[in-house]
């Protein structure tokens, strides 16, 4: 049985390890103003809002972030508040995201509309809590994940930027305290059993670390869940059912981000392999902006809002986004299991074609980023058939140093050229101690044409990813060029704003 509040009103509801939060809206509960689109959160039909107490404010109110009910397993539902979008108004009182969609027209066929409208609620509500300007890259980031199939964006996009000085009516369970104080209790008591008594139950939420490891030993056959934005597919696309699941939510030490050491050392900060990447950002942005940029990259608010970094790391993808970064930054890995701690370099975590270090009985528990060192840069470009929301064909990540005019810990990572994410190493030795002059470079792309052989997919053929990593290289010595050059004096890639992909790549052909 699943414990949580649906639009300010207690529930209690069986489902299956392999339920969602749409199955469980849809089909248990009759509530089908959520709709099923494309049932891999690409579109955005069938968002919902998730309230949980806000870690950042002591005044007891709940925080409400964007999800894909769709991607979204209903027991992390679990000592949480779900919003609808039958849940926003009380009687004919429409809150301000729906009656700014209504004065602006922006309902065309109305599939998508409460897909949008409660994309539009979270945006307001943040904007109620912590207010500031609605810019165009706050307003793209909210509504980024939605799609409208009748092509009206415009009308949408007015609602959006209309919506707080829209009169509207707020639901009064938005400032009933008591609602806030049983999620917050609920939050912190242990979950009940998910399946009959005296039988075990097949989706566990552990609430520590310890408890994980004895689950993961008991049960070496169950599958991990933390953001399900990638597992969750095999549920809506294959309908496999799982017999065994283990949310990885719940346990403090994997949400927890501390600044701390790694084994040779270095200070940085050990990220939880189930902090997400909306919590993640504040801290990429500070000290790894070009991260952070990817982020924007990697999936829309919903996705962002539920995927972890940890995530995208175990589950070992060659096109994950952001296993090349962490291999340029020569990030490390913390694996928990019976035998305790054990770290590695993330180099000697990818072994093949989604196969890694982890034993059996392992967890990934979290990733250690190094605090950036002075002179040391970090750029990341990504490839893609769309700019955003879209997997990429080919990824980039170049660091290194500049000392006396050669370069330095030269370390140049890519996603979607081999089987696993890998440094090319024969061109990262083209480029070590040499200025980055053209010779050197043309050089290091010499050698990543026999660092890699890249297959052919839907994504790519290999030629083009050939010819793609070959110009990012390319597009690495312009952007070293110009900042010896003194062009560069406010921290800006001038490639980034000035020159398209297309146009670095056409001068990579050249060569």
């Not at 980039?396 to 140049?412: P, T």
Request: some cysteine.
């Amino acid at each position: 049985m699943i414990h949580f509040h649906l639009n300010g009103k207690p529930q209690r509801v069986a489902a299956d390890a392999h339920d969602s939060v749409l199955e469980l809206l849809r089909e248990r509960l009759g509530l089908t103003g959520t709709k099923e689109g494309c049932a891999s959160g690409d579109c955005g039909a069938c968002t919902v809002a998730i309230g949980e107490p806000d870690r950042q404010s002591s005044d007891g109110r709940l925080t409400y972030h964007s999800a894909n009910a769709c991607l979204m397993p209903a027991h992390q539902l679990e000592g949480r508040h779900l919003v609808t979008v039958e849940g926003l108004s009380e009687g004919d009182d429409l809150h301000p995201s729906q009656a700014a969609m209504v004065a602006c027209h922006a309902s065309q066929c109305g599939f998508c509309t409460p897909g949008i409208v409660m994309s539009l609620f979270t945006l307001h509500e943040a904007n109620q809590r912590r207010p500031a300007p609605l810019t165009p890259e706050r307003l793209e980031a909210a509504l980024g994940g939605n799609l409208c199939r009748c092509t009206g964006y415009r009308p949408i996009r007015d609602a959006a930027l209309g919506m707080d000085s829209t009169p509207g009516h707020r639901p009064s369970w938005l400032d009933d305290a008591s609602l806030a104080v049983d999620v917050g209790r609920s939050t912190n008591e242990a979950p009940a059993a998910s399946s009959a008594a005296g039988a075990v139950p097949p989706f566990h939420q552990p609430r520590t670390l310890d408890e994980l490891v004895a689950l993961r030993a008991e049960y070496p056959e169950a599958r991990l869940v933390a953001g399900a934005t990638d597992l969750w597919l095999e549920a809506t696309q294959n309908l496999t059912d799982f017999p065994r699941v283990i949310d990885l939510t719940r346990v403090a030490e994997l949400t927890a981000i501390d600044e701390g050491e790694d084994t040779d050392g270095r200070p940085g900060w050990w990220v939880g392999a189930a902090v997400t990447y909306t919590a993640l950002e504040p801290l990429l942005a500070a000290h790894y902006p070009t991260f952070a940029h990817l982020l924007h990259r990697l999936g829309s608010a919903q996705v962002r809002n539920r995927g972890t970094l940890g995530g995208n790391v175990a589950n070992a993808s060659p096109i994950g986004d952001t296993p090349p970064v962490l291999l340029s930054l020569d990030a490390h890995l913390r694996l928990v299991g019976p035998s305790g701690n054990r770290d590695i370099a993330a180099r000697d975590f990818f072994l093949a074609y989604k196969k890694t270090d982890l034993a059996v009985d392992e967890c990934l528990a979290a990733v250690f980023l190094p605090r950036p060192q002075t002179g040391r840069e970090l750029k990341v470009w990504k490839l893609s058939k769309r700019r955003e929301d879209d997997i990429s064909a080919v990824l980039g990540a170049f660091a290194w140093r500049l000392d006396d005019g050669r370069m330095i810990n030269v370390r140049l990572a890519f996603g979607g050229m081999a089987g696993i994410p890998a440094r090319a190493l024969g061109a990262e030795a083209a480029l070590e101690g040499k200025a980055p002059s053209v010779e050197a470079f043309a050089q290091a792309r010499d050698a990543l044409a026999q660092d890699f052989d890249p297959m052919s997919d839907v994504r790519g053929s290999a030629t083009y990813r050939r010819h793609s990593a070959a110009a990012l290289l390319e597009r690495l010595r312009l952007v070293i060029a110009r900042q010896i050059a003194g062009q560069i004096t406010d921290g800006t890639d001038p490639l980034q704003q000035s020159v398209s992909d297309q146009e670095v790549m056409l001068h990579a052909y050249a060569h």
